[in-house]
């Protein structure tokens, strides 16, 4: 179970910072990853980070902007989101891989989902 928090209503040039909080057993040795979806589009990632922590990966849209980050000990992940503009506004979803020791860059290789929590950045 991935249960996300910390969605909200921001001005651009903002900050949020999400937290995702998950249930279970092994959190240390899955990747994980934030995707978003805004109305009328599909959800896509946003970012990504290994099982160790050791390796990121973000799409060009939030690079300099978006950093994630992982606590094994406490099993969450969180997306430090700053600069925030108008286009970021969707609902975010935290996700594990489906597999241990892999880094997955697409949907298909999510198979635990967070419910989402929302954000919307006003211009």
């Known amino acids: 179970l991935l249960v996300a928090t910390g969605g909200g209503l921001v001005q651009a040039g903002g900050s949020l910072r999400l937290s995702c909080v998950f249930s279970?057993?092994?959190?240390?040795?899955?990747?994980m990853s934030w995707f978003r979806q805004a109305p009328g589009e599909e959800r896509a990632l946003v970012a990504v980070?290994?099982?160790?922590?050791?390796?990121?990966y973000y799409v060009d849209s939030v690079k300099g902007r978006f950093s994630i980050s992982r606590d094994n000990v406490e099993n969450t992940v969180y997306l430090q989101m700053d600069s925030l503009k108008p286009e970021d506004t969707a609902v975010y979803y935290c996700?594990?891989?489906?597999?241990?020791?892999?880094?997955?860059?697409?949907?298909?290789?999510?198979?635990?989902w967070g419910q989402g929590t929302q954000v919307t950045v006003s211009s």
């Open positions: 996700a594990r891989d489906r597999a241990p020791k892999v880094f997955s860059t697409g949907t298909g290789g999510y198979d635990t």
């Open positions: 279970g057993r092994s959190f240390s040795q899955y990747a």
């Open positions: 980070i290994s099982w160790n922590g050791g390796r990121t």
